[in-house]
């Protein structure tokens, strides 16, 4: 167990409606990225925050939003779904310090019908 | 230009063999950490091994090692006495500085044949 929770683990919708992903990150880390995993792809960067504010960005789309609350978790909002949103989305946790991993929850994997 | 790069799509090895996977690292900044993930066909990020930039040593962590070369920036991963379980993908990450983001390699899906 990684400590990182990612609700929920499955999620069905159709085209053109809005979900949201929700992380907890692992007690004592201050920053949660956001990732997202294609079938048969590599893992693209979508954004991280550091202790409530944007840190960096990737390749996020503008129909996704996310954001981090003053308890640290993190909830990452798609809108306007589309086809090739299906993927599986990955939230982790890290320490401040370079020498600290990266903790991936379990990942939901959102289809988009 | 790609901050890490794994050039090995797919790789196939024989069971109780040992295995090397390649990682290139691009990067200016003298504080950095390299990280391999391994990923089941059940989905899961599996952290295996991590190694410092002022780290003199190579990382060791049971059947796993990192060949940390600094001036070629390479930090392969080596796996021996490959077992079926690690049939995976693997990705290879870089850190840069404090609470930096991670860059992830494109992966490398390793067969292993009984």
């Known amino acids: 167990d990684s400590g990182v929770t990612q609700t929920p683990k499955h999620l069905i919708t159709a085209t053109g409606q809005r979900v949201t992903l929700r992380c907890s990150p692992r007690s004592g880390d201050l920053s949660v990225y956001w990732y997202q995993q294609s079938l048969d792809q590599g893992l693209q960067f979508l954004i991280q925050y550091y202790n409530g504010e944007e840190r960096a960005k990737g390749n996020i789309l503008e129909r996704f939003s996310a954001q981090q609350f003053p308890d640290l978790h993190s909830e990452l909002n798609l809108s306007s779904l589309e086809l090739g949103d299906s993927a599986l989305y990955f939230c982790a946790s890290s320490g401040s310090e370079s020498n600290e991993k990266l903790f991936f929850g379990s990942g939901t994997q959102l289809s988009v019908l | 230009a790609q901050k890490i790069t794994q050039t090995q799509p797919g790789m196939f090895v024989q069971e109780k063999e040992a295995v090397t996977l390649d990682c290139t690292y691009d990067?200016?900044?003298?504080?950095?950490?390299l990280f391999w993930y391994k990923q089941p066909s059940s989905g899961e990020m599996i952290f295996l091994i991590y190694q410092g930039s002022y780290d003199q040593q190579n990382a060791t962590e049971g059947r796993y090692s990192l060949n940390f070369q600094k001036a070629r920036k390479s930090a392969n991963l080596v796996i021996s006495a490959s077992q079926l379980g690690d049939s995976a993908m693997y990705f290879c990450?870089?850190?840069?500085?404090?609470?930096?983001?991670?860059?992830f390699g494109t992966g490398t899906s390793l067969t292993v044949i009984p």
């Open positions: 990067t200016s900044d003298p504080s950095y950490g």
């Open positions: 990450a870089m850190r840069e500085g404090r609470v930096g983001q991670f860059y």
